[in-house]
C-alpha cells in the first residue's frame, strides 16, 4: 500500500540524487506539498499536447517505453526513499494520464478535461482490480500497473463519452 507520509529532506536529496528520482516524481511536479498525483497529472498533460500532434502508433510506442522506464524509475526512487510507493512518485500518473487521453487525441478540447477527470477518479477511487493491484505489486512494477489500469478505464468511459456525444 502507498505511504502517505512527507519526504524528510533525506528522503527528498535521495529522490532528486539521480535521473531516475527525477524521473519518477515527475520532474519535481510529485514534490508539491499536497495532491502530488494530481499535480502529476495535470504535468502529464505538457507532454502529451506535443504527442497529441503525433500518431496513435506513436503514442502507444512512448506509453510502452514510458512505462519500462517508469518501472526502472520508480523501483530505484522507491528503494532510496525506503518506501514501495510514495505519493511523490508520480511518473505512473504520467503514464496513466497519456493512457486515459488516447481517445482525446483527434477529439475537441472538452475531451482532455474529461480524461484528465476521468483519470483522477480512477486513480483515486481504485475499483477492483486496481485496488488490489496497488496492494499487492511492489516495486517498480507495483507502482506503475495499478495507474496503467486506472488509465485504461478512463479511456474507456472516455471513448463511451465521445461516442455518445458524437451520436
Same mark, same amino acid.
Do not use: Y
Given at each position: &500500500?502507498?505511504?502517505?507520509?512527507?519526504?524528510?529532506?533525506?528522503?527528498?536529496?535521495?529522490?532528486?540524487?539521480?535521473?531516475?528520482?527525477?524521473? /519518477?516524481?515527475?520532474?519535481?511536479?510529485?514534490?508539491?506539498?499536497?495532491?502530488?498525483?494530481?499535480?502529476?497529472?495535470?504535468?502529464?498533460?505538457?507532454? @502529451?499536447?506535443?504527442?497529441?500532434q503525433l500518431s496513435l502508433p506513436f503514442n502507444m510506442l512512448v506509453i510502452v517505453i514510458g512505462f519500462a522506464i517508469g518501472v526502472w524509475a520508480c523501483d530505484i526512487a522507491g528503494r532510496a526513499l525506503g518506501v514501495d510507493d510514495h505519493r511523490s512518485l508520480v511518473w505512473d500518473?504520467?503514464?496513466?494520464?497519456?493512457?486515459? *487521453?488516447?481517445?482525446?487525441?483527434?477529439?475537441?478540447? @472538452?475531451?482532455?478535461? /474529461?480524461?484528465?477527470?476521468?483519470?483522477? *477518479?480512477?486513480?483515486?477511487?481504485?475499483?477492483?482490480?486496481?485496488?488490489?493491484?496497488?496492494?499487492?505489486?511492489?516495486?517498480?512494477?507495483?507502482? &506503475?500497473?495499478?495507474?496503467?489500469?486506472?488509465?485504461?478505464?478512463?479511456?474507456?468511459?472516455?471513448?463511451?463519452?465521445?461516442?455518445?456525444?458524437?451520436?
Amino acid at each position: &500500500m502507498s505511504e502517505r507520509k512527507v519526504l524528510t529532506d533525506t528522503q527528498r536529496r535521495a529522490l532528486l540524487a539521480s535521473p531516475a528520482g527525477w524521473l /519518477a516524481c515527475g520532474f519535481g511536479s510529485g514534490l508539491a506539498p499536497v495532491a502530488q498525483g494530481t499535480f502529476g497529472s495535470l504535468a502529464a498533460i505538457l507532454p @502529451w499536447l506535443l504527442l497529441r500532434q503525433l500518431s496513435l502508433p506513436f503514442n502507444m510506442l512512448v506509453i510502452v517505453i514510458g512505462f519500462a522506464i517508469g518501472v526502472w524509475a520508480c523501483d530505484i526512487a522507491g528503494r532510496a526513499l525506503g518506501v514501495d510507493d510514495h505519493r511523490s512518485l508520480v511518473w505512473d500518473e504520467f503514464v496513466g494520464q497519456w493512457i486515459a *487521453l488516447l481517445p482525446a487525441l483527434l477529439a475537441p478540447w @472538452w475531451a482532455v478535461i /474529461a480524461g484528465f477527470a476521468l483519470f483522477r *477518479l480512477f486513480d483515486v477511487w481504485k475499483p477492483w482490480p486496481i485496488r488490489w493491484l496497488d496492494r499487492h505489486l511492489k516495486g517498480g512494477l507495483g507502482v &506503475m500497473v495499478d495507474d496503467v489500469v486506472a488509465g485504461v478505464f478512463a479511456a474507456v468511459v472516455l471513448l463511451v463519452l465521445l461516442h455518445v456525444v458524437r451520436a
